[in-house]
């Protein structure tokens, strides 16, 4: 009795934080920091900043393979392979073997996971941008969905709070559609950038900005502080930043949550379910899996936050069951799993640039430009789709690597290569995709994982909605480029982009007013287990047509907020 009484004191934290990614970081930094003794659960394996950046400082011809995709990788790696780039020798060791891992499509879904430290926050596109009124409202207005809890001015300071933390460059534009931030120094546009921008505003009268993204241009001093340091312009970023400047769980919360002293991480083991206790009413632990040895430890807590990725956070939530939540905790809705969201892309128009000779590039910036949605907003009313998209591109100069799939050898040839190139400019959509119950994710009840784990079965695809506003995506984007007078416009639509492709997947725990619609409270608590706080992606009740991280690490902070004041109150 003794002897458990002291393991189990050994395996006690104030809070217990599941997954080290985008928001697991920023939890565990705000918890610490508010004086809690935490323990971060990876369920992959521990990389360290900068020491574990092997192909940083890389050449294109030192990358293995030639920085193509391996026989063994595209094996391996199947569901990155569909999202192109991801798989390369230059990062494939911060994305996870599917083969290992793997899942059921009943409708394909391409699941991008990053198992180890850091998570996906390794190798996000880390445009970040705060969500307006009109996006926290639009539930409510078009019937569709819930009712977000919250509004723009309940968010509106840990947005503030978290772009000072993790460093937003940026340039202050006064629109309602895309809120201003606190911003560092935005980066520069290209002289055609410019050029473009003036010709879609006066022609069209649309907005075109220079991206916000999570790159020092200016490091603070709690930047430096934490060895972070001013950006580089090397656009390597997916392969980690030995400047710190790209930001990262690694590279930014989770050394500022280690300064505190009060921060544990356990690496390698797989949080299989929330121990519910019956008669206290809340969560009391986790049970863990050791992935390599299989050996299960229980670890406890006062509050747990839940931050394993929007699919993974649902699929454990439903594995915790219990007498009082037998169709896993807090799926009281029968929610959990359901309402599945992403961002549609693979679709917009590219064209050539005439002219700009004496104009060139210098250094590899790290973002690019942003036009902000303008579809079903103000005075433009679609007829056959709601809400809208942003579209995220520019413009670049070809360089000596158009020579690989260009015919010539040769002294010649190898001079040509030695001089610029063309211009060139392009742009992406990223459109909002609705609620909807029917697109969900649930576990399998006779499949299971090596770990014993049941398999999750994806059942979503794209509605009507989205398919309709695709077309508008592309049409629109080619009418930007021929107002600006480019040509050779070449307009690209992708059939075979899946839900999950975006790579912000969201919605399977939604927030909601009513407990018999949602799973999440306005504080991002579960209804009926309020010492359960799940703040990733899976809280989200929309998707705007922003890329959400942001909008993720500004609701974990205000639980974490939250959270303590409750804990001060013994009311968790």
């Not at 217990?16 to 610490?32: D, N």
């Not at 772009?163 to 935005?186: A, Y």
């Not at 899996?289 to 747990?304: F, G, P, R």
């Not at 002219?355 to 942003?370: K, T, V």
Request: hydrophobic residues 35%; proline residues 4%; positive net charge.
């Amino acid at each position: 009795m003794n002897i458990n009484i002291k393991f189990e004191d050994q395996h006690t934290y104030d809070a217990i934080v599941i997954g080290s990614g985008m928001t697991g970081g920023i939890a565990a930094k705000e918890l610490t920091e508010k004086g809690l003794k935490v323990l971060i659960i990876e369920r992959g394996k521990e990389v360290e900043h900068v020491k574990d950046y092997d192909t940083a400082f890389k050449a294109p011809w030192e990358i293995q393979h030639r920085d193509k995709v391996p026989v063994h990788s595209a094996e391996e790696l199947w569901a990155n392979n569909r999202f192109v780039g991801l798989a390369q020798d230059d990062k494939a060791h911060f994305m996870t073997n599917d083969k290992q891992n793997p899942y059921i499509e009943k409708k394909p879904f391409d699941w991008i996971r990053a198992y180890h430290t850091g998570g996906k926050s390794m190798h996000w596109g880390r445009h970040s941008y705060r969500w307006n009124k009109q996006d926290f409202e639009a539930n409510a207005k078009d019937g569709i969905g819930v009712d977000w809890p919250i509004r723009y001015e309940d968010i509106a300071p840990w947005y503030s709070h978290v772009e000072k933390f993790v460093g937003v460059n940026g340039q202050k534009n006064n629109l309602d559609v895309l809120p201003d931030g606190d911003f560092l120094p935005p980066m520069l546009m290209l002289e055609p950038e410019r050029y473009f921008v003036d010709k879609v505003q006066k022609t069209l009268n649309r907005p075109v900005i220079i991206g916000r993204t999570a790159n020092l241009s200016r490091a603070q001093p709690w930047h430096t502080a934490l060895g972070r340091a001013t950006c580089q312009y090397r656009n390597k970023c997916s392969r980690g930043c030995p400047y710190g400047a790209y930001y990262s769980s690694l590279s930014g919360a989770i050394p500022a949550a280690k300064l505190t002293k009060r921060l544990s991480i356990l690496h390698d083991s797989i949080v299989t379910e929330i121990i519910y206790d019956e008669a206290g009413g809340k969560a009391k632990g986790v049970r863990t899996i050791n992935q390599h040895t299989l050996q299960t430890t229980e670890y406890y807590a006062k509050v747990i936050f839940v931050n394993a990725g929007s699919m993974n956070s649902a699929a454990l939530l439903l594995n915790s069951t219990s007498k009082r939540f037998p169709n896993g905790l807090g799926n009281d809705s029968d929610q959990v799993g359901r309402n599945i969201m992403d961002h549609h892309l693979g679709v917009g128009a590219n064209a050539t640039i005439e002219g700009f000779e004496d104009d060139f590039m210098y250094g590899q910036r790290p973002n690019s430009l942003y036009i902000p949605r303008f579809r079903n907003w103000g005075a433009d009313k679609q007829n056959n789709y709601i809400r809208g998209f942003g579209y995220q591109g520019g413009a670049s100069r070809a360089d000596w690597k158009r020579g690989i799939a260009a015919d010539g050898f040769g002294a010649a040839f190898k001079k040509e290569m030695t001089k610029v190139g063309s211009w060139s400019i392009g742009f992406g959509g990223f459109g909002e995709v609705l609620p909807n119950p029917n697109n969900r994710m649930y576990l399998d009840t006779t499949q299971k994982d090596k770990w014993g784990i049941p398999l999750i079965v994806f059942d979503a695809s794209f509605g009507d909605n989205e398919i309709a506003m695709r077309k508008d995506m592309a049409n629109a984007a080619a009418e930007m480029l021929d107002a600006a007078g480019f040509k050779n416009i070449t307009k690209n639509n992708r059939q075979d982009v899946h839900l999950g492709l975006g790579i912000h997947e969201m919605g399977t725990a939604r927030m909601g007013r009513d407990p018999k619609t949602s799973v999440l409270n306005k504080f991002n608590q579960v209804h009926d287990c309020k010492n359960v706080f799940v703040t990733d992606g899976a809280a989200m009740a929309s998707s705007s047509c922003v890329n959400p991280s942001l909008t993720y690490m500004a609701l974990t902070a205000r639980a974490a907020n939250h959270a303590v004041e409750e804990l001060k109150k013994r009311s968790i």
